[in-house]
T-cell receptor
Framework: ETGVTQSPTHLIKTRGQQVTLRCSSQ?????VSWYQQALGQGPQFIFQ???????GRGNFPPRFSGLQFPNYSSELNVNALELDDSALYLC?????????FGPGTRLTVT | GESVGLHLPTLSVQEGDNSIINCAYS??????FIWYKQESGKGPQFIID?????DKRQGQRVTVLLNKTVKHLSLQIAATQPGDSAVYFC??????????????FGAGTRLAVHP
């Protein structure tokens, strides 16, 4: 176990809705990264938060947004959900390099 | 749990044999490389990493080889066990200006171990 937790485990949303996913980082880790993993593919980098600021972003539209809190936990928000947003969403926490992944949230958009 | 790697290439091996999983990476500026194991319904689990200034690193039953000339990475698993069955991803870590770093994952290989 990595000590990184995510909630919820699964959820189902309808196209056009909004969703918030949560991640608690490993103790002492001040950096959280979010990844999207479509079925049968490797994880794709969404963005990274360091000390409550977004400091890097992948090729995802602005409707993907996030927050990091003073305790370094983080949220991923996705607005105007599309069918293609169905995926496993992973967060990873790190301190000085190695990223430790949580179990993921499986999002299904219908 | 839902299966990852439904459309990934599969390596089938007999229990006790050695396994070799290969990966090609794209960015010659990447400073280190990691192998992850992902079981169904779980997040990627760190196996072993290697810095770009090394060409080989050994762990417990695993060895990673890095060939920077051809941008190739391999993971060798000795005496493969049924518990090794999973999808394996290589990832390259790239640092960017602004202080962030991201992992770029390869396509993945499913390892199936047969008794």
């Amino acid at each position: 176990e990595t000590g990184v937790t995510q909630s919820p485990t699964h959820l189902i949303k309808t196209r056009g809705q909004q969703v918030t996913l949560r991640c608690s980082s490993q103790s002492g880790h001040n950096t959280v990264s979010w990844y999207q993993q479509a079925l049968g593919q490797g994880p794709q980098f969404i963005f990274q938060y360091y000390r409550e600021e977004e400091n890097g972003r992948g090729n995802f539209p602005p409707r993907f947004s996030g927050l990091q809190f003073p305790n370094y936990s983080s949220e991923l928000n996705v607005n105007a959900l599309e069918l293609d947003d169905s995926a496993l969403y992973l967060c990873a926490s790190s301190s000085k390099g190695e990223q430790y992944f949580g179990p993921g949230t499986r999002l299904t958009v219908t | 749990g839902e299966s990852v790697g439904l459309h990934l290439p599969t390596l089938s091996v007999q229990e006790g044999d050695n396994s070799i999983i290969n990966c090609a990476y794209s960015n010659s500026a990447s400073d280190y490389f990691i192998w992850y194991k992902q079981e169904s319904g779980k997040g990627p689990q760190f196996i072993i990493d290697i810095r770009s200034n090394m060409d080989k690193r050994q762990g417990q039953r695993v060895t990673v080889l890095l060939n920077k000339t051809v941008k190739h990475l391999s993971l060798q698993i000795a005496a493969t066990q049924p518990g090794d069955s999973a999808v394996y991803f290589c990832a390259e870590n790239t640092a960017f200006s602004g202080g962030y770093n991201k992992l770029i994952f390869g396509a993945g290989t499913r390892l199936a171990v047969h008794p």
